[in-house]
Structure formats: C-alpha cells, structure tokens
C-alpha cells in the first residue's frame, strides 16, 4: 500500500517550538523517511508525510500562522480589493473562493484567537485533503494510506481530517489515526460532529488519555464523546499518568512518554509509516515494558505531583477538576479492574500477558484459590524478578506476590469482580517497536 502520513502540532506548538522541547509530533515528523510535501504557490511538492502547524503557536521560527495562509494556493491569504467589497452589486465570484481569497488574514489578535478557539485548525483540515488529491490525482502516487499523528487540538485535528476525507473519497483510502490526549478545546469537542465521530474510513484508532489533566476547558474526546461503528473501526483507548504534555514531552512521569513514544513508533510502522528511527530502544521487548509499567504502577500512590496545578492553570483551564473517565466510577470502561487493578491501561496488561503468559493466567484469570510457588507457576517470571525491580515491587504492592521464603503467587488474586473492560488491546496491534 502506498501510505501518506499527516502530523498535526497541538495548540501553541509548530515544528520549531516542537523540535526544541523534544515533543513527540515533531520528533517523529524529523525521523520520517520520504520528504515533506508542501503547498506553495498553488504547487505541491511531493513527499510521504506533511506537517500542520498548531493553532496559536506565536510564530515560532519565522513560520505563519495557520489562519493567514490559505489552504487552497499556500500562500498568504489575500482578499478581494477595497472597491469590490464596498461595492454593495458585488459579491466574491466561483474563482474568488476557489482561490480562498475572500477573507484575508487575521487583524486582531490572531495568535491569541488561535490559542483559545482554534483558529487555523479549518485551514489545516482543508490543506491538507487539498495536498492529498493533489497527490493523488495530478501526481499519481495512488495513496490508499493514510496514517494521522497528533496531540491535543492536533490529535482533534486528526479526527476532523479523516472526517472531511470521508467526504471526499469515501472509505477508499484507509486512515489510521494515534492521537494524544485529544482536547478540541472549550465546547468544541461537543458541539462539532467532526470531533465525535470516526467515520467508516477510520480502520485504526489509538487514543491516549492524560489521567491527571484537571483543567476544566481541557475535556478530551473520550469514549464518552466518540462515536464509531466497531465492524469498521478498531480502537482502544489507553489512560496513561501525568497531565496533557507528560505524554509527549517527558517531564513527570517520564515513562509516559517513553511508553507513548515506542508504542507510536510500533504501531505507524505496521501501518506503514517509514520510521527510520526507534525512540525509547530500552522498551524493545514486553517484558521492558512491563517494567517501565511497573514504576508507573508504584507511582500512583504519590500521584498528587503529576497533577494540574497552580493559579495560572485554574485560571486558564476555567477551574481544576477531575477528569470523568479517571474517577472510579468509570475506568473499569478503558481497564480492566478499574482503579483497583494492577493495571495502567489495557496495553500494560497485554504486555504482561505476552511477557509472563503462564503467570498471568494463574494471577489474573484462575479461578482457583491458594498459594503456588512462582518458580512452578512460572519459572521465567521467577528468573526475571532478579533483575526486573518496578515488576516485582509493584506486584508485591498490589498484595499478588509474596517473596518470604520464596517467591509465591495468590491463584486468581487478580481477579476483579469488573473483570471485562469494555474494548481490550486489539491482538493485531503490536505492543512495542
């Protein structure tokens, strides 16, 4: 398949400010192989993945603001002469909006409007399926993949992308869509039907959630606020510790964004993205995995530093709250167990189920009772705790693991009543690069 791959900054990023903080969209728009396509002047040089800049990224680098280039050329955006808009007997022409110049650029405040409302994000949409035709109707390059890339308005922007795609081509070319912590941004998320809905052409779906985000205007498209049709769209969502940027730039957790970042690499590869290089190497096996999971685990309880805080983010987030899909109630939705489990997300328990599959059936699934020796149930994991502390401390924390006289394992001591999260870790996807 010839595959096309779209990355969308977040709100006050571009490819600059991105490349300078490490953040996960721009190191992977740097270690993609191909070349970049571009819009400018009306012409389209072709490549195998493009870049969106974020809404309200302050003109980082010398690059434009969205909203002050118009989609349609990729120039600056231009507007009819003061005569013909004063002249109440006229009114733009076919060509004026095919041209786009029927508004011209932002006055006032058009960095700040971009940071509180998106402005710029319809121009992304719109540049980029105009790329694409192009692409595939006057280059002939027969893109039947594309693989979307985003974090926060620019994850939104992903799914709007595959919206209007939709629009245009149907379901005859495939998008795949990672998007991290999606956050349209005050009432967007559920007043626009293209931040809601995974169309048809949706085949894939990774979504990650930050679960200590609290600021109120930051609501991301959770599963309270997607829609899609699972006969064709696979998709999961995973809770991942820290706020909206851990994900992506590592801070506080820092395994959040490693975990982020090898599972991105993992799963544009399979789809098809041309990755020349593999971020976070140390997490290259499930059992790597596992670990880095295993010190997320043991972090929880000392969580209240990963949290949103601070005067400036109330007032900017509109208040300080707790997510909905983190409180208790709802995360036996997205993990297996809830709150209560071992579990971060339902990746980290596939990992552990590749990794140490005779112990996780015997810890998490037997319904017996009792206690086995490890060494028994599973001499690999046995070995392994020697020189997998997080696994064993974190196991141990969770009251499945005893280590006195030897290592000895509950039958079933993992075993939840809300044993069935609602969408498991989709077999096909892989679980690490």
């Known amino acids: 398949m010839a595959t096309f791959t779209v990355y969308c900054h977040g709100t006050g990023f571009n490819s600059v400010k991105g490349r300078e903080k490490g953040e996960l969209v721009a190191w992977f728009h740097d270690h993609t192989e191909g070349g970049m396509a571009q819009l400018q002047g009306s012409l389209v040089t072709p490549g195998s993945y493009m870049i969106n800049e974020g809404p309200g990224h302050g003109g980082s680098g010398g690059i434009a603001l969205a909203q002050q280039v118009n989609p349609m050329t990729g120039d600056a955006k231009t507007d009819r002469t003061w005569g013909q808009r004063l002249n109440p007997f006229t009114s733009p022409s076919f060509a004026d909006h095919a041209k786009g110049n029927t508004g011209g650029k932002t006055k006032v405040a058009p960095d700040l409007k971009g940071k509180l409302a998106g402005a710029g994000w319809d121009e992304n949409v719109l540049r980029t399926v105009n790329i694409i035709q192009d692409l595939q109707f006057e280059k002939g390059l027969g893109i039947d993949r594309v693989n979307l890339v985003g974090w926060s308005r620019g ?111 993992a799963l544009l590869r399979d789809w098809g993205s041309r990755i020349s290089t593999t971020p976070y190497g140390h997490l290259n096996t499930p059992a790597e995995m596992c670990e880095a999971y295993g010190r997320l685990v043991l972090s929880l309880s000392e969580h209240s530093s990963y949290q949103t805080k601070g005067i400036g983010n109330r007032a900017m987030g509109l208040g300080l709250r707790r997510r909905d899909f983190a409180k208790h109630s709802k995360m036996d939705t997205y993990t297996r167990g809830g709150k209560e489990s071992y579990w971060i997300n339902e990746h980290h328990r596939a990992c552990f189920r590749a990794a140490y599959g005779p112990a996780y059936q015997a810890i998490f699934e037997s319904t017996g009772h009792g206690q086995r020796s490890l060494s028994e149930v599973d001499p690999q994991l046995s070995r392994a705790l020697v020189n997998r502390p997080a696994t064993k401390a974190s196991l141990m924390a969770k009251g499945l693991l005893v280590d006195y006289p030897a290592y000895l394992i509950e039958m079933g001591g993992g075993r939840y009543a809300k044993d069935v999260a609602a969408i498991a870790w989709p077999d096909a996807f892989p679980l690490n690069a």
């Open 155 to 265: 994850a939104v922007t992903c799914i709007r992308i595959a919206h209007k795609m939709y629009e245009v081509f149907g379901d005859s070319i495939e998008c795949n869509i990672f998007g991290v912590d999606p956050v349209a941004g005050m009432d967007a998320g559920l007043k626009m039907i293209d931040t809601q809905v995974l169309q048809p052409n949706v085949r894939r779906y990774v979504g990650i959630l930050a679960m200590h985000e609290m600021r109120e205007s930051f609501k991301p498209q959770d599963w309270s606020r997607l829609a899609l049709d699972p006969q064709n769209t696979t998709a999961i969502l995973l809770p991942m510790p820290g706020v909206h940027s851990a994900q992506v730039i590592p801070s506080n957790p820092v395994d959040s964004a490693y975990i982020t970042r090898n599972l991105a690499c």
